[in-house]
């Protein structure tokens, strides 16, 4: 098994509940299709660069896992359907950094001062 980090950029008009849902779909999928979901971190609402799908800003959600390449298939496979995500980077890693979390909210408040 490999390891591997996904990160998914939903719509910036989802509601809490609605985010929650896509976490906890991508999550159950990941676990379902002989994966592992070692963390899940979320990134919150942050500007894109260019408009995607007429949005300005969207939300991020990341998680590190292992797997194979049958969930890497079950993962591209739903993500490519979902009207939710507007985008998705998948990157094969041979080891994890699960202490560092580069996005956090006292990263980010620490940059502003």
């Known amino acids: 098994m490999a390891f591997y980090e996904n990160t998914i950029i939903a719509r910036q008009d989802l509601a809490e509940k609605e985010l929650k849902i896509i976490k ?55 993500i490519k359907v979902d009207g939710q995500v507007i985008r998705y980077l998948t990157v094969k890693y041979k080891k994890l950094d699960t202490k560092n979390e580069f996005f956090s909210k006292n990263n980010l408040n620490e940059k502003k001062k």
């Open 24 to 78: 906890e779909k991508y999550n159950d999928l990941i676990n379902g299709s002989a994966g592992k979901v070692i963390k899940i971190e979320e990134w919150g609402l942050l500007n894109l660069a260019n408009k995607i799908k007429n949005c300005k800003k969207g939300f991020y959600i990341h998680y590190k896992f292992e797997g194979n390449k049958n969930t890497l298939g079950e993962i591209e496979k739903k």
